[in-house]
């Protein structure tokens, strides 16, 4: 099956520094990846994927991800964190390479952004 | 357009009660989600629909979940008799593409936070 690891529980960074949250994956064949995000007593919200093509992937509220093959990583960016950035994000993959709807997220990472 | 809407928001209950979790999806998505997500982790799937049809049901613990879809719209999650270990947020979720490769996101509503005592 495949899978995904987000290696930190939690990223501390200050308003208006570069935030990055890290993700990388274990999949067979070419790696259908998302980002989703979580806000306090919401759902889950679609920022980005990556299907194929360029490697930089653009995605809503300015956030950014790079697929690296050899490193076998799908970080989220953004240059300039926000106070609202504030919030629990997710990477995710299809489980398997017969299913995209069946995707298996990332335990998450607490992103906290400070004035 | 109209997000998922799941309802009730909240749901406290006692252990060996029922309780049942409904969900709307956004219109003309043929494909509905229902997820289980334990506190500080990620959503795991319960089960999927294509209009109908439960295509994926092999994470629901049939003993006593069950779940339904009729005409393809709205669903409804069900938990009897329900135990501590459910206590969870129950998310809905819907998405225009299913199996076929165009790996659509899913969009999700706000959940139901389910306590069992």
């Known amino acids: 099956a495949q899978s995904v690891a987000q290696p930190e529980d939690q990223v501390n960074v200050a308003e208006g520094n570069p935030l990055t949250v890290k993700c990388t994956y274990s999949?067979?064949?070419?790696?259908?990846l998302f980002w989703y995000v979580q806000y306090p007593n919401r759902g889950l919200q679609f920022l980005l994927k990556y299907i194929t093509g360029d490697n930089l992937v653009k995605g809503s509220y300015g956030f950014e991800a790079e697929f690296n093959k050899s490193q076998t990583s799908f970080h989220l960016k953004k240059p300039s964190a926000l106070v609202s950035d504030s919030a629990l994000y997710f990477c995710?993959?299809?489980?398997?390479?017969?299913?995209?709807?069946?995707?298996?997220f990332g335990a998450g990472t607490q992103v906290v952004v400070t004035p | 357009e109209a997000g998922v809407v799941q309802s009730p928001r909240y749901k406290i209950i006692e252990k060996k009660q029922p309780v049942a979790f409904w969900c709307n999806p956004i219109?003309?998505?043929?494909?509905l989600y229902w997820y289980r997500q334990n506190l500080g982790q990620g959503p795991e799937l319960l089960i999927r629909y294509e209009n109908e049809e439960a295509v994926d049901d092999s994470q629901l613990p049939k003993d006593r979940f069950s779940a339904e879809r009729l005409k393809g719209v709205d669903s409804t999650l069900k938990i009897q008799p329900a135990e501590l270990g459910d206590s969870a947020v129950y998310l809905c979720?819907?998405?225009?593409?299913?199996?076929?490769?165009?790996?659509?996101?899913?969009?999700f509503g706000p959940g139901t936070r389910l306590t069992v005592l």
């Open positions: 995710a993959v299809p489980r398997t390479t017969d299913s995209w709807g069946k995707l298996q």
């Open positions: 219109s003309g998505h043929n494909t």
């Open positions: 979720a819907s998405s225009s593409t299913g199996t076929s490769g165009g790996a659509g996101e899913q969009f």
């Open positions: 999949v067979s064949g070419n790696p259908y």
